[in-house]
């Protein structure tokens, strides 16, 4: 009997764009060695953009790459697109405002753009 490749099953190991490129190499090489992003290891905390330090939210990580879309937008450089999952601070203002969200507490279940260097992985 002969025996097929695990990626036949799985699908390919690598997160690739619509034009096959890696999503982004540091995405690319976790993938290749078989890790699959799940709530328990793409878990981040959102800090205050402004620079006070403090844990705003908690959320998931979803995209580094700068052509992704957030909310019809580039998420550019330097920028995280993240799941707001948990508001720990209710008032603070979104770092890239909305017509329909301007603080993170509207921004639950959704995914926003956030500064890449306020993103600590958990």
């Excluded at 890696?22 to 976790?30: C, D, G, L, S």
């Excluded at 793409?42 to 800090?47: K, R, S, V």
Aim: proline letters at 7%.
């Amino acid at each position: 009997m002969d025996q097929l490749p695990l990626s036949s099953f799985l699908g390919p190991l690598t997160h690739t764009k619509k034009n096959g490129e890696p999503v982004t190499a540091k995405a690319a090489e976790v993938l290749s060695v078989g890790i699959q992003f799940t709530p328990q290891n793409n878990a981040c905390n959102l800090l205050d953009w402004t620079g006070s330090g403090e844990i705003v939210a908690e959320g998931r990580w979803s995209s580094s790459d700068p052509d992704c879309l957030v909310h019809h937008l580039r998420l550019g450089p330097h920028a995280m697109r993240v799941w707001v999952d948990v508001v720990k601070k209710p008032g603070v203002y979104l770092w890239r405002p909305t017509s329909d969200m301007a603080t993170i507490e509207e921004a639950i279940g959704t995914t926003i753009a956030w500064p890449a260097d306020k993103v600590l992985m958990r």
